[in-house]
């Protein structure tokens, strides 16, 4: 009958006299009555690995700790053979399992089991994945658990030295971290030899366990060793500093301000809440607010911020570092030539200096289509020749097409210097920029953040990060095709402290991938602390 209806009806009128699900249940009221066809249903894929997670899930919540047959948890997870979970990861994936539900009595009993199951040596990773367990437990640990544990960690240490890495080396620190012996920790990282690879979180697990053991000095000594490798500042080590505040009066929440003044590091805006938060418990003032571009004024206090300040030998400093380190370095010019470079280098050597340098393919990509009948290119080259300023654009070989007839008028009345089309344009800019002095502006969108990294010394960087901002010209185009040319920020956007003790800390959102970026480096939000 149905093959009947299948043939003489139209397929969308079958789908209304019978849905999909009808026939679906259909099906699974007929295998209700005819035992003798049942079969497994199917699962593939992501959704039989969410269901062998599932089973481990239920089993480690459910499970007490007097009788746990691991066997049947392994079976019965594995009996679902098409999730990614098999023979070689399901151990890892159940210890880890049982370590973020923090059961740390079946991380013993399941560690013991597969002792049992492996004569007494499992797997090097699975050992790691062990103690990182303890870690996230180190509250509960007994003495004994203690002991086994830095007895664990030496031997692993001792017997896998030539095979020391990053991964490896976290593990063992984080599971000293947890004994007596933390201090232990400092001398394998210096004897693994791979200081230089040492990871965010090795530090982190010594600076907390510093200050649980009150030794401010180590732990502040440690987060400039940490800071000056990643250029990062944990929460957790924030909030662990404020809790030593709180039992301690010889600390004080200072100590991080001063910290994120003197290394004029940006923090984002969960970092800025904890501070905000336990200031606030102290009695303090603590007000978000912003900051006025144009004259860098508090809105809410009306201070006025400390103006950037670059001396002659600070300038002077950075051009040698700029050009030895960034012009000449072999990172920057492999899509250009060493012809090309020299070439350069005469033509601005005769034309230099200049009052402002146009990073001219950017200029053209940043801000599509014409203003007016022209293109932005041209209105910003004759805004700048209005002012009888002496300018130089610098671009691609294909920024003439773009042009098209307007570059005529621009060649007439500015100086004109285009690279290869495969060459990198940005740090020709900056190296005419420099040439010409301090008081060159240049006109880019470009934050220049890679070439910055390649200063490698954080002094230089500190000073390349201040004369960008002070030199860098921004445009805003309002209705009416009318252009402005936004004059730099002044200000010093890092944290800071004025002579009458308020302080003001910059501080940036927390943004969800592909949402609105400002287009300059400014903070987005400010802190104001009245002491």
Known sequence: MCSLIRKHLPWNLLKVVSPRQTIIHTQRLLSVVTPDIIEPRKVKGRFASEEQKRIIAEFVTKSSSTFIDWNELKSSVLSINRGYINEKNINGCILEACSQQKRSDLVKSFMKYVKECSNGKPNLALELLYIRSWYKSREELTDDDQYEIQTSCQSLFKNNLHLMNPVLLEAIVMGLCCTPLWRDSLEFIKASKIENDITVNTLTCIILRAFEESEMDLGWTLIHNLFNRHRILPLE??????????????????????????????????????????????????????????????KNCNQVLKNVDITDSEFKMLQECFLSNVMVG?????????????????????????????????????????????????????????????????????????????????????????????????????????????????????????????????????????????????????????????????????TQESENGIWHMPYQEIKERGSWSKPDSSPDKWMCIQI
């Not at 301000?257 to 009695?283: M, P, T, V």
């Not at 492999?334 to 350069?344: A, C, G, I, T």
């Not at 920029?433 to 006109?443: E, F, H, K, V, W």
């Open 330 to 494: 072999k990172n920057i010019f492999n899509n250009s030539s060493p012809q090309e470079l020299n070439d350069f280098k005469d033509f601005i050597e005769i034309t230099a200096p200049y009052d402002v340098v146009v990073d001219g393919l950017n200029l053209a990509y940043a801000y599509r289509g014409k203003v007016g009948n022209h293109s932005i290119t041209k209105v910003i080259m004759k805004n700048f020749i209005a002012k009888k300023l002496k300018v130089l654009l610098i671009g691609r070989k294909h920024l003439v097409k773009m042009l098209g007839k307007e570059f005529d008028f621009i060649k007439k009345n500015a100086h004109i210097f285009f690279t290869n089309d495969l060459s990198k344009d940005d740090p020709f800019v900056l190296y005419a920029a420099m040439y010409s002095g301090i008081n060159t502006q240049i006109l880019t969108r470009d934050l220049m953040r890679s070439h910055k990294f390649l200063l490698e010394d954080v002094h230089m960087k500190s000073i390349f990060q201040k004369w960008l901002q002070i030199h860098r010209l921004g445009l805003k185009i309002r209705p009416g095709d009318e252009v402005m040319i936004k004059e730099p920020i002044k200000h010093l956007q890092a």
């Open 237 to 298: 080590i924030v909030a662990a500093w404020f809790s030593l505040c709180e039992k301690n009066v010889n600390c004080s929440y200072r100590r991080v301000l001063e910290f994120l003044r003197d290394n004029e590091y940006i923090i984002r805006e969960d970092l800025a809440e904890l501070i905000r938060n336990k200031i606030k418990q102290s009695g303090i003032k603590a007000t978000t607010t912003m900051v006025y571009h144009h004259n860098g004024k508090c």
